[in-house]
């Protein structure tokens, strides 16, 4: 006979229904969904990540209590770290900037791609984010303190 216990698999899933059930009441909410004249409004995708993250958190969270404790490595630790890195400096410099800097620094640092490389890759990337999320879909990314400090 098994016990069921939680371990740390069970509050990871936990933390992800927690974020999901988050994403998609504020992109339903707040945000909205659908404009029949405009298509999807900025909500739209949080509501749908939010979604897939519920139905797969909630699997994973009955699946955890079969599944033995994680085991922390070094690259698992350091990419926690760089979430972390990322989340603070979103609330200074803004949030599409802080994520153009983390992806060239992953892009050199991590990749060791050549500069060119990272150059192309930096132009098309921006390009699609900031077309995809912030002219067609409308998503209202944190512009950070010093933004704000800057425009007054």
Same mark, same amino acid.
């Given at each position: 006979?098994?016990?069921?216990?939680?371990?740390?698999?069970?509050? =990871?899933?936990?933390?992800?229904?927690?974020?999901?059930?988050?994403?998609?009441?504020?992109?339903?909410?707040?945000?909205?969904?659908?404009?029949?004249?405009?298509?999807?409004?900025?909500?739209? &995708?949080?509501? @749908?990540?939010?979604?897939?993250?519920?139905?797969?958190?909630?699997?994973?969270?009955?699946?955890?209590?079969?599944?033995?404790?994680?085991?922390?490595?070094?690259? *698992? @630790?350091?990419?926690? @770290?760089?979430?972390?890195? =990322?989340?603070? *400096?979103?609330?200074? @410099?803004?949030?599409?900037?802080?994520?153009?800097?983390?992806?060239?620094?992953?892009?050199? !640092?991590?990749?060791?791609?050549?500069?060119?490389?990272? =150059?192309?890759?930096? !132009? !098309?990337?921006?390009?699609?984010?900031?077309?995809?999320?912030?002219?067609?879909?409308?998503?209202? &990314?944190?512009?950070?303190?010093? &933004?704000?400090?800057?425009?007054?």
């Amino acid at each position: 006979m098994s016990t069921k216990k939680f371990n740390s698999k069970s509050v =990871i899933a936990l933390a992800c229904i927690a974020i999901a059930v988050v994403w998609m009441y504020l992109g339903i909410t707040k945000y909205g969904l659908w404009d029949p004249k405009e298509g999807p409004l900025s909500g739209f &995708f949080p509501t @749908i990540i939010g979604g897939v993250l519920l139905i797969s958190s909630v699997i994973y969270f009955i699946r955890s209590f079969s599944m033995e404790g994680a085991k922390y490595e070094k690259g *698992a @630790i350091q990419l926690t @770290i760089g979430m972390l890195v =990322i989340f603070g *400096a979103s609330y200074l @410099i803004g949030f599409l900037p802080t994520l153009l800097l983390f992806y060239i620094f992953w892009l050199r !640092v991590m990749e060791k791609m050549p500069v060119r490389t990272i =150059i192309i890759a930096t !132009v !098309v990337m921006t390009a699609i984010v900031y077309g995809t999320f912030s002219m067609w879909l409308k998503v209202p &990314f944190p512009e950070g303190l010093l &933004f704000e400090m800057i425009l007054g």
